[in-house]
């Protein structure tokens, strides 16, 4: 599990922007903060990227520092195709809540505890996962699950293509 951080994290500010700069260069649309190496509670999001689709985004894009999902709304749940920078190739549909209530802190330090809805909740439930040492693939079920595996074991063996770059870790 990542580890919280304050306002003594050396260089946060430059590692926010470099954050901003690997999800630009490998288009996406969340990045973790352990996706690049850094077991610490930071997320980026930009939905301002797929505005054109869900004009409700344009615009957003949002550092959230220390997030933690407080509560899950069970009532309603949505079934979408999910993809990882940490897993390139891999699509998979996902069940999850469709609404969610987020604590995190943002760059100003300022506290936040808000009902986050729609898609900006998938993201953020795909994010926080990443900090909570998991990946969308663990939300997969049965067969599902199982047909992943030797995509799951091609990554680890290297046999993969992205048009970003990619360290395997050992």
Known sequence: MAEEIDESYPQLPELIQ??????????????????????????V???????????????????????????????????????????PGIHEKVRRPTRVRLSWQDEEWQEHDEWIDGYLARVVQHEVDHLEGEVFTDHLKGLRKQMVKSSLNDLLKGRFSCSYKVKLRK
């Open 45 to 87: 999001i930009d939905l301002d990227v797929i505005s054109d689709d869900l004009p409700e985004y344009q615009g957003f894009k949002k550092v959230f520092i220390n997030p933690y999902i407080e509560e899950y709304d069970d009532s309603e749940t949505d079934v979408s195709e999910e993809g990882c920078l940490s897993l």
């Open 18 to 43: 470099n954050m901003w700069d690997t999800l630009a260069r490998s288009q996406g649309i969340g990045l973790a903060a352990p996706q690049i190496g850094l077991s610490i509670r930071l997320i």
